[in-house]
């Protein structure tokens, strides 16, 4: 596995690789992995010729009050975990070769980002398709792998994609999970360990609303009220960013639940935001 560091280097490997014929598959991460992102590069993997994983705790995407510069990291380990996935690239550049100090070019898909993260994180996603706009110009992928945790995101890139007739098929990934269903992220390692203790009372939750539903429940304020609840119960030391029931592709809330339709969470419990999602199909 070759680890580099200079975008124009990536970009030269990646058009040589194209032009003798071989196909690439790309996985865009902030590090320090975990099984959900060991399971992109595995689905990635047996469908390229070449696998490049991309390390970039990209500075645009975060606010001012957010955890840039705390977000945990582990190269060695994550060197180890990418290689073990037969990544042929792990691209991990510095902030300032990624951004010129006058970059002053930007990608937003402002429409999909009114809600959810995009109205608790503004600009979040302004940087998010930009730094991807970026990667997807340095590697030329014919492939790219994105989690369904961060379910908007994937939205929002596919749209990107759509409109901007990206040649890239992409492929969503359903979420990965610790054994008591807590959503595999970078982030729960901020958390104690009782708060790491009541953390999968996300997922509980959501489950449970999901039942509702499945069992009738057609009013998005009474999921919204019930999940409030549980998370207050199950989870005390947490606040609720955002309770948000909505049209899984537009990501707009909805007025009346009616399937398919995506029960979308953001919760604060302690150092971490965790987020979470449940899509409802039947
Ligand atoms: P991150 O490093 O958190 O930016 O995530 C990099 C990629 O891994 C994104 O496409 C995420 O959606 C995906 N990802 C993160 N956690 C999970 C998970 N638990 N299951 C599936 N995909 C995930």
Redesign the pocket.
Known sequence: MQIIRDPKELQKQCLKWRQEGLTIGL??????F?D??L??MKRARPECDKLVVTLFVNPTQFGENEDLDKYPHDFEGDRAKAESQGTDILFAPAPDAMYHPDHATWIDVPELGQHLCGSARPGHFRGVCTVVTKLFMLTQPDLA??????WQ??AIIRRMVRDLDIPVKLIG?????EADGL????RNAYLTEEERAAAPGIRQGLQKAADKVVSGERNPDAVKKFLKDEFSAAIPMSTVDYIEVVDPEAIVPVDEITVPVLVAVAVQVGKARLIDNLLIEV
Do not use: C, N, W, Y
């Open positions: 996985v865009p991460t902030m590090g320090f975990h959900g992102h399971a992109l792998v994105f989690g369904q945790k961060d995101q994937l990934h359903e979420i990965i999970r959503a595999m992220s970078s």
